[in-house]
């Protein structure tokens, strides 16, 4: 579009129906903040992008993936050895899988030290963690769809957690699993979930949570509040920031490229629900320090189950987690907020420490 | 064989009635007063009780009487040991067969234990080199308690049990490795050390694989026979069939039957059968040159190499294809189409070991040729992913410049953005 007089003409039809001007003159104002830990701003931008990996190659993949017991395993040996690129896709959707559920923990994690939660941003929070646990979800469903041994155990390790959830875990389990154990009903559920409720789910939270960061605005360090506006410096959202985003997402793109080659994600042998469970399952990294932490608790704590009382710890803590926003407020900030951060680090280094424990220990 | 010497009848009686005096219980407490006052005696007076514990008859309404006769209730001995209650004492050799048919012979009866369980055991027993030597008086040969024990008789599937699989051949060796106790016999007593070192044996005892074939499952067990040069092919046919049927077909069959050569065995011994290997066909000493010579007109040597021959080349030609494979596993490329076309040349490779036995050269050549074209199948496989391999990494190595130059250039775009903004 070279002439000015044509693109002001297409500019002008698309701005009378879509009223573009409203949008340009908010695009031309937004700005981010840029001190000297900006870098954290690209942690969402980042999960974004490999979501939008995650839904070109999950297309691809369906295209020639059959969900059922019988022609799962096939259909992904097909892919992976007939079908032109097909290993690419697979290898590309796994890693970027994992790239971006890892991205999605450094992103909360980043945004819980920077206290970016706070008012106004507690359901711009909110909606991160339904993402996240979203994520998780596409993670776990996804995992069982090869129909390979390893998925297949690795979920009937991973779904007796549901069940020994209190009251709720029978019937939980059995609708999760669509049978009393893991079947081809399981499967056929699984696939359900991973291409149909968890993507439409996904799409309804993360237009929110843009919408919210879009309305709000980036947040800006706690070391800003008592800074004259002279001191603070901005950089342009549109074209400075989305420009470096689109630099740094070639760069993922360019990683996940050379992980699918030189990293590829086997196939494994295909399930036998008759079999006896191989040594050493274990669910995907990052249920790793659940895994883990169940395993460490002994078989009764104060006359609860041990599994159950783990799982009742993990809920509570979520539960305290997802509220952080309204725990840590704008009213209560210094000292409380110092327990904040020293309760962030502990869990991080629990989280870290348990799945490095959960990966090398039997 | 062991023998069991009991210590004479009135020196037990005498003891028992010591003891029994001194440790007499009401009646009514006592279960058995067998397990009881022979409990209080020592060594093989007491060994009986030890093992009866574990003994599959240890159960309400059989115990010591089931087969000694007396009265197990009786605190008396002299009456609970009376032949005026059935009491036989130790029965001897000659009669053992019998007195366990009494219930092992009666389907009846022995449904109400176990219906699964054969009663035809003392009917094949009679049959056996074992039962006819038995019934003509000769108390040296196996009975029962021989190979099951006396007291101790545990299922024949409990690992502990003297005829579980893996025990069966000491149990045998226990008079067939005994030259002096065989000696009146005449055979020969190497048959299971033979079998220990032989490829049954060591699939059986050190493998633990137990499909292997024991004593029992070529010779029988209660109708234990050596199998002769007619029935030998039959025996070994029991499990390797296709070999079974392509020998029969062979011109070998008639040749061996004028000869009484026995059909398996000439080439492959008995006892100690070598795992089967192409040196049998083309080694220094070929077996085929038992009875075959080069130039005697029947070219069977030159078959024998053939075969060997191609059967060597096959298999090596997978061993050398399922490297290349590995190869490409090894780089992380999807080698399983490859594997799948080796599993089917092995089985090629497999079959032509057994068209050995038709002794025609061309069906070992046919069996082979279709199995070299499952070879050269997975070799283009495996240089088709290598190819690929080199494709990918050339592929990535281009993607990742791409990115990395337009990423680069995104950020001088930006630079200068940036710098045009500050003036």
């Given amino acids: 579009m070279n002439d000015a007089g044509s693109r002001s003409k297409l500019y002008r039809f698309f701005d009378e129906r879509l009223k573009l001007e409203s949008l340009r003159e908010f695009a031309a104002h937004k700005v981010v903040p840029s001190h000297r830990h900006s870098a954290v701003y690209y ?115 991973g779904t007796d957690m549901v069940g020994a959830v209190p009251l709720i875990g029978e019937p939980l389990l059995k609708l999760l699993r669509g049978s009393e154990d893991v079947t081809g009903a399981t499967l056929s559920r699984f696939f359900g979930i991973h291409v149909a409720i968890l993507p439409g789910l996904f799409m309804i939270f993360i237009s929110i949570h843009l919408i919210l960061v879009q309305r709000l605005g980036i947040s800006e360090p706690e070391s800003w509040r008592n800074l004259p506006p002279e001191r603070k410096k901005y950089t342009p959202f549109f074209p400075n920031f989305i420009l470096k985003d689109l630099a740094v997402w070639l760069v993922i793109l360019a990683g996940v490229a050379a992980l699918s080659v030189f990293f590829p994600w086997e196939l494994g042998t295909k399930a036998d629900p008759f079999a006896p469970a191989p040594q050493g399952i274990k669910p995907e990294w990052y249920f790793l320090f659940m895994y883990q932490t169940l395993k460490f608790i002994p078989s009764h704590v104060v006359g609860i189950e041990g599994e159950v009382f783990g799982i009742m710890a993990f809920a509570v803590g979520a539960i305290l987690w997802t509220f952080v926003p309204f725990l840590d407020n704008d009213r209560n900030r210094d000292r409380v907020s110092r327990f904040f951060n020293f309760a962030g680090i502990v869990i991080v280094i629990y989280i870290l420490v348990f799945t490095v424990l959960g990966h090398y220990l039997e | 064989m062991q023998a069991y010497k009991y210590t004479h009848p009135l020196l037990i009686s005498i003891i028992l009635v ?94 109400t234990f176990n219906p699964g369980l054969p009663t035809d055991q003392y009917s094949k027993y009679l049959t056996s080199v074992h039962g006819q030597k038995n019934e003509e008086g000769d108390t040296m040969v196996a009975h029962c308690s021989s190979c099951h024990s006396a007291h101790g008789i545990r299922p024949a599937r409990n690992p502990l049990s003297s005829v579980y699989d893996k025990n069966i051949s000491a149990t045998c060796a226990s008079c067939h490795n005994d030259s002096s106790y065989m000696a009146p016999y005449d055979i020969p007593t190497d048959q299971v050390e033979d079998y220990r070192k032989s490829v049954h044996g060591a699939a059986l005892l050190e493998d633990d694989d137990l499909g292997a074939p024991a004593c029992n499952d070529c010779h029988g067990n ?95 030609a997978i061993a050398e294809a399922e490297g290349r494979l590995e190869e490409a596993d090894q780089k992380g490329l999807f080698v399983n189409n490859g594997l799948f076309v080796l599993k089917d040349a092995r089985q090629r490779a497999f079959k032509a070991r057994t068209a050995v036995h038709t002794f025609q050269a061309d069906s070992v050549v046919n069996m082979t040729a279709a199995g070299f074209e499952q070879v050269a199948e997975a070799r283009n496989i495996a240089r088709e992913l290598l190819d690929n391999y080199v494709f990918r990494r050339k592929g990535l190595a281009i993607s990742v410049v791409v990115l990395l130059i337009l990423a680069v250039a995104i950020w001088v775009k930006v630079k200068r953005i940036e710098s045009r903004q500050k003036h």
């Avoid at chain 2, 087969?67 to 197990?72: A, E, I, L, Q, S």
């Avoid at chain 2, 025996?235 to 029969?248: R, T, Y």
């Fill in chain 1, 43 to 157: 942690t969402g931008g980042i999960t974004l992008f490999l979501f939008i990996i995650q839904v070109c190659s999950g297309i691809l993949l369906l295209m020639y993936y059959k969900g059922s017991a019988e022609t799962a395993f096939e259909s992904v040996r097909y892919i992976m050895s007939e079908v032109q690129f097909g290993w690419l896709m697979r290898d590309i959707h796994s890693w970027s899988a994992n790239l971006m559920i890892l991205f999605a923990f450094l992103h909360m994690f980043s945004v819980y030290f920077t206290k970016a939660y706070r008012f106004p941003r507690e359901l711009t929070w909110l909606s991160g963690i339904i993402l996240l646990v979203l994520s998780m979800g596409f993670g776990f469903s996804g995992y069982l769809l090869p129909w390979n041994e390893l998925a297949f155990f690795a979920t009937k390790v």
């Fill in chain 2, 18 to 111: 010591l003891v029994g005096n001194s440790t007499r219980l009401p009646a009514q407490e006592i279960q058995s007063t067998c397990i009881e006052c022979h409990g209080l005696l020592e060594d093989e007076m007491k060994a009986p009780v030890d093992s009866f514990a574990n003994d599959v008859h240890n159960r309400p309404g059989l115990g010591c009487v089931g087969c000694h006769g007396g009265d197990n209730t009786s605190d008396d001995m002299l009456e609970s040991m009376s032949e005026a209650k059935g009491f036989i004492g130790t029965p001897g050799a000659l009669a053992i067969p019998e007195l366990c048919s009494k219930c092992h012979a009666d389907p009846s009866y022995m449904k």
């Fill in chain 2, 222 to 316: 209660h109708g234990a026979i050596p199998p002769d040069a007619e029935s030998i092919d039959k025996v070994c046919g029991l499990c390797h069939n296709n070999n079974m049927v392509d020998f029969e077909k062979s011109t070998h069959a008639d040749y061996f039957s004028v000869l009484e050569s026995p059909a398996c065995e000439t080439c492959h011994s008995n006892h100690l059968i070598e795992a089967p290997g192409t040196e049998m066909l083309s080694g220094e000493e070929p077996v085929c040159g038992q009875c075959h010579f080069e130039d005697d007109g029947t070219g069977a040597l030159e078959a024998a190499k053939l075969m060997a021959s191609r059967i060597d080349s096959l298999e090596n």
